[in-house]
């Protein structure tokens, strides 16, 4: 179907899969285990998270309110109120947000910190990405982490949100692999968006599909989503052990396991962070990429959507969010 979206509806989508994002950000971060590294897969301290409690919202288990956000969450806010105000990604000036709203206390890596510094110092932004791990630039998973709203917002053309979701990695990620994360969960977030809006649900196949005709082929993040195909329906464990958790924190083994999430929960989002929280790993991430494609579908407040009980118990979102 073939639609024209207008800034009010693009917004709202927006912020939908923005609510989705930082609730699972903000409730993943209470089960986040110690900042160990972690084999995905396996079975050892910190790989699997209680998920007791967030098995059901309003249960009397859930961990006592405000859920803070992290550095996901903020830097994704970036993002929406740069579309609220522009429609578009503008490099320079989001690379300026990122690095003046910069809260250390939010739990920013060494390199994205080191990024936004030099940035913020008056580095040009090209420079700063690509001076990241001995010039080889980072293939974390933040682009990733920040940009599903993105995606909801261009709900009427994957291409439009591959392109955007380039530009608004490339100020921080200058590593193919990162940028190729990012494209695929802004694509990934622009269908689930486009589903809600037609009033159908892909199968989960067709959604990762999807994803995977936009990202470029010769990356890793490309070939997790192909076999993330084959995974579907498959146990938790073989999963996280085929594709990550993201206690590696890089896109490689962060994005195809949230893709999978979300498109086997695309529409029951407290089952989408369940499964994030019982994967470990880098949860609060996991779950606020997971968190924002799911929300682009299911919005919030409805039947599977965001409950209104987790959107009341997380952290405001900065007074400074248009």
Not at 9 to 22: F, N, P, W
Not at 224 to 247: E, Q
Request: charged share 15%; hydrophobic share 50%.
């Amino acid at each position: 179907m073939s639609f024209t979206l207008f800034a009010d509806a693009r917004l709202a989508l927006a912020r939908d899969s923005l609510a989705g994002l930082s609730t699972g950000d903000a409730l993943g971060e209470r089960y986040a285990p110690p900042a160990t590294a972690v084999v995905p897969g396996d079975d050892g301290p910190g790989a699997w998270a209680d998920p007791s409690g967030v098995a059901e919202p309003g249960a009397g288990s859930l961990p006592p309110a405000p859920w803070s956000w992290t550095d996901d969450t903020e830097m994704a806010c970036s993002v929406v109120a740069e579309l609220a105000a522009a429609g578009t990604i503008d490099r320079d000036r989001l690379a300026l947000a990122f690095a003046e709203r910069c809260d250390a206390r939010r739990g920013y890596g060494a390199g994205a910190m080191l990024i936004l510094r030099l940035i913020r110092s008056g580095t040009p932004w090209p420079v700063a990405a690509a001076s990241a791990f001995d010039g080889q630039g980072s293939c974390g998973n933040g682009a990733a982490m920040r940009v599903g709203p993105l995606g909801a917002y261009f709900a009427d053309s994957t291409a439009r949100a591959a392109a955007q979701a380039r530009a608004s990695a490339e100020v921080t990620h200058a590593h193919p692999e990162g940028i190729a994360g990012a494209v695929a969960v802004a694509v990934a977030a622009a269908l689930a968006a486009r589903a809600r809006l037609d009033g159908h649900r892909p199968a989960p196949a067709r959604l990762l599909a999807g994803v995977a005709a936009v990202v470029d082929a010769g990356t890793e993040v490309h070939r997790g989503v192909h076999t993330a195909v084959g995974l579907l329906g498959r146990p938790l464990s073989r999963v996280v052990a085929a594709l990550g958790n993201g206690a590696r924190v890089t896109a490689q083994d962060t994005v195809a396991f949230t893709l999978w999430v979300a498109a086997t929960h695309l529409d029951d989002y407290p089952a989408a962070i369940r499964t994030c929280v019982r994967a470990g790993g880098d949860v609060d991430t996991t779950a606020a990429i997971a968190g924002a494609v799911v929300a682009a579908y299911t919005g919030v407040g409805t039947s599977g959507g965001v409950p209104a009980a987790w959107l009341a118990a997380r952290e405001p979102l900065p007074a400074w969010l248009p």
